[in-house]
């Protein structure tokens, strides 16, 4: 060492630590990269992308040549330091301590924390380029790299720890799904994120909580006098219509409308057997059957709307395949004439919302923002009533969910329509 130049020897010690430094910030790169991006960019073609790729399929050796190399530099920087310690203060136990010192400062800050915090700030602009480095240095260390995971490989099975079986076991569960959409940003726009997001529900929601209620069914009965069904029939505003005849639970078909237009504007003198003949076939679903699943189910069977059953066989409700693509990309703009929620359902500017009960308590949450439990009932009808335990009177009021509730109108046994009045707490939270 005393016959090399001093200049020398600090520009090796300099080109050392920067290359320590590279190994250190290479590493934390690497680890810290976006797989997904990284992915995106090899498929149209990116040749850092796929070389970063293959690094990454091979962590094993890749951590293997930047551990060894890492540790080489760093012998070598500790005797380098040490060498030029004694060359300029003598052979003393206080020298090479100081100096041990240095070097641990010098490694510490310039060839760890700082590099491996650049390293982590900009992943994929240090892991494309360095991987043209590493590749090579893989191939050219393949036997050193081999030799050195004899022994790494023992320990881990001495460990128990079986790497390939956790490396196929690493993928995403829907709750990280969902995490990475949430934090999209600015990168997802905002409607294509709720629609990910409704998707990542549709397991999770019954058919319960996207069905019109049983009250709320349009439905024709073959009992009634055929004048009455005809009227029905030209006054319907539905594509089809369930068929019973004298009472809801006896479903004996669905009804085509254009098919019955067509009986009327044709025959004169009708029956109930002449719509009889047009009927086909119902489809019932059992409830709780979760929204994706049936789904699945209408895809399967080329239907497009089913009857709800309970496990009697009673009709609870009726689904269709628009409330299941509602409940994807939200509500249609268009609405049935007389339906006015699209235009009523909002907190007014005084914090108040007039609904009927039968409004499911997922839209209310929705729209009002609200955090009703959605465990129990449905409606907010049957909230209600859970929470008063009997049929309450008009002008009767509560508070759930930080949310004050008045009775306004009570028939037939259930509430038919009750106000909402949003609490300071609430509204200043938004």
Same mark, same amino acid.
């Given at each position: 060492m005393n016959d090399i130049p001093l200049s020398v020897q600090l520009l090796s010690l300099a080109g050392l630590i920067l290359l320590s430094a590279f190994f250190s910030m290479t590493e934390t790169a690497l680890m810290a990269i976006n797989h997904h991006r990284l992915r995106h960019l090899a498929k149209r073609g990116n040749k850092l992308a796929k070389t970063t790729l293959w690094l990454l399929e091979r962590v094993n050796k890749l951590l293997s040549v930047i551990l060894?190399?890492?540790?080489?530099?760093?012998?070598?920087?500790?005797?380098?330091v040490t060498s030029l310690a004694i060359q300029a203060f003598g052979n003393d136990d206080k020298v090479i301590t100081i100096a041990t010192a240095v070097v641990a400062f010098l490694l510490i800050v310039f060839a760890e924390i700082a590099p491996k915090v650049i390293g982590a700030t900009y992943p994929e602009r240090i892991s494309l380029p360095a991987s043209l480095v590493l590749r090579p240095l893989i191939s050219l260390g393949q036997p050193l790299i081999w030799f050195v995971n004899l022994f790494v490989n023992a320990l881990l099975r001495l460990l128990h720890i079986d790497t390939s079986k956790q490396a196929r076991e690493h993928r995403l569960s829907p709750e990280e799904l969902r995490s990475i959409v949430l934090e999209g940003g600015n990168f997802i726009p905002q409607k294509h994120k709720s629609i990910l997001l409704n998707l990542f529900d549709l397991e999770t929601i019954s058919v319960n909580d996207v069905m019109t209620p049983r009250s709320q069914i349009e439905a024709l009965n073959l009992a009634m006098p055929?004048?009455?069904?005809?009227?029905?029939?030209?006054?319907?505003?539905?594509?089809?219509?369930?068929?019973?005849?004298?009472?809801?639970?006896?479903?004996?078909?669905?009804l085509h409308i254009r098919k019955a237009m067509t009986l009327l504007s044709r025959e004169e003198n009708l029956s109930a057997e002449h719509f009889r003949k047009l009927l086909s076939a119902p489809y019932f679903i059992p409830e709780d059957t979760d929204v994706f699943t049936q789904l699945t189910y209408f895809q399967e069977n080329?239907?497009?709307?089913?009857?709800?059953? !309970?496990?009697?066989?009673?009709?609870?409700?009726?689904?269709?395949?628009? !409330?299941?693509?509602?409940?994807?990309?939200?509500?249609?703009?268009?609405?049935?004439?007389? !339906?006015?929620?699209?235009?009523?359902?909002?907190?007014?500017?005084?914090?108040?919302?007039?609904?009927?009960?039968?409004?499911?308590?997922?839209?209310?949450?929705?729209?009002?923002?609200?955090?009703?439990?959605?465990?129990?009932?449905?409606t907010l009808n049957g909230l209600l009533l859970e929470y008063l335990q009997e049929i309450p009177e008009a002008n009767v009021s509560l508070k759930i969910a930080q949310c004050v509730i008045e009775i306004v109108q009570v028939q037939h046994q259930s509430i038919k329509v009750a106000k909402l009045v949003r609490s300071k707490d609430s509204s200043s939270t938004e």
């Open positions: 060894i190399a890492n540790t080489l530099i760093n012998a070598m920087v500790t005797a380098l055929v004048a009455d069904i005809k009227y029905q029939l030209t006054t319907c505003y539905h594509n089809k219509l369930p068929v019973y005849e004298g009472e809801i639970n006896r479903i004996i078909g669905i080329r239907e497009k709307m089913g009857l709800i059953v !309970d496990e009697y066989g009673e009709v609870q409700g009726l689904v269709t395949l628009e !409330d299941i693509i509602e409940e994807m990309i939200g509500e249609f703009t268009t609405s049935m004439p007389g !339906d006015a929620r699209a235009d009523t359902f909002s907190w007014d500017e005084n914090g108040v919302c007039l609904l009927e009960g039968s409004t499911t308590l997922r839209d209310i949450n929705k729209r009002l923002q609200l955090q009703f439990p959605l465990s129990g009932p449905k």
